[in-house]
């Protein structure tokens, strides 16, 4: 595969024993070499799939629960990742086809590009609102009431895109922080995939939505199903953190 070399595969998984396998049958099924898992404290089997898996070299378990950002950020720093790019991916998705090369081909033939995100599907084929324009304040109210579910949203025409849902984000290098890291670690959960979005557009680079490669995911929507739950809470504080950051820039956006 013309990826393997240049592309390094992160994958956080914390209790997904119901979708772990046939994400490794997938990647093994296209020939991904470097996938590099972060289990953050699984307690259902996730982590004895992983680590009876051909990958078993390339998992770091934690004993911990901690951030979406800093456990992929640890898988970089704990196994020295150097790659011309990073691919995030849910542990929840899964393919028949290499969707990887048409993303890392495209990202290769144009320097302007950022971050490149294939079209994502329900299991059903029903197609997944994955490209997006960045929210304002009213759409953020209705989602996190609940009121505005993601298939209800406005899917953003590509290639262009303000942001790309993080279940599968290919990421070029030079968007890794001056730490070599590549989140902010400041998100508990949420939000991360937006930050690094917006990131890009403020760097001059594109975020491009790309029509020639596809994956499968099953989306929760976890915070969703309860405005009270900690994931709400987490999502509201993520919010409140991008806003601060960016201040005026994403009002101007």
């Given at each position: 595969m013309s990826f393997n070399k240049d592309v390094n595969v992160l994958v956080v998984t914390h209790n997904h024993v119901e979708y772990i396998q046939k994400l490794i049958d997938s990647l093994l099924r296209i020939g991904v070499d470097k996938v590099f898992f972060c289990d953050a404290l699984s307690t259902d089997g996730t982590a004895e799939i992983l680590?009876?898996?051909?990958?078993?070299?390339?998992?770091?378990?934690?004993?911990?629960?901690?951030?979406?950002?800093?456990?992929?950020?640890?898988?970089?720093?704990?196994?020295?990742?150097d790659s011309k790019c990073y691919l995030l991916l849910n542990p929840d998705t899964y393919f028949e086809e290499d969707f990887i090369s048409p993303l890392y081909e495209e990202m290769e033939k144009n320097e302007s590009i950022g971050i490149i995100c294939p079209v994502i599907k329900y299991p059903s084929g029903e197609l997944q609102i994955s490209w997006k324009s960045f929210p304002n304040f009213r759409q953020v109210i209705l989602k996190r009431t609940g009121v505005l579910k993601s298939k209800?949203?406005?899917?953003?025409?590509?290639?262009?895109?303000?942001?790309?849902?993080?279940?599968?984000?290919?990421?070029?290098?030079?968007?890794?922080?001056?730490?070599?890291?590549?989140?902010?670690?400041?998100?508990?959960?949420?939000?991360?995939?937006?930050?690094?979005?917006?990131?890009?557009?403020?760097?001059?680079?594109?975020?491009?939505g790309f029509s020639g490669a596809e994956i499968t995911h099953h989306l929760n929507e976890t915070s969703a199903k309860n405005i009270f739950s900690k994931y709400n809470l987490w999502n509201i504080s993520s919010i409140v953190k991008f806003i601060l950051k960016w201040n005026i820039s994403y009002f101007k956006s």
């Open positions: 680590l009876d898996s051909p990958y078993a070299s390339n998992v770091l378990k934690k004993d911990k629960l901690e951030s979406f950002s800093r456990n992929n950020n640890d898988l970089i720093r704990h196994f020295n990742l209800n949203e406005k899917f953003m025409e590509g290639p262009n895109i303000d942001w790309c849902l993080g279940a599968c984000m290919l990421i070029s290098s030079r968007l890794l922080k001056s730490d070599k890291t590549l989140l902010d670690e400041r998100y508990r959960l949420y939000c991360e995939d937006i930050d690094i979005c917006f990131e890009s557009h403020q760097r001059g680079l594109k975020v491009i």
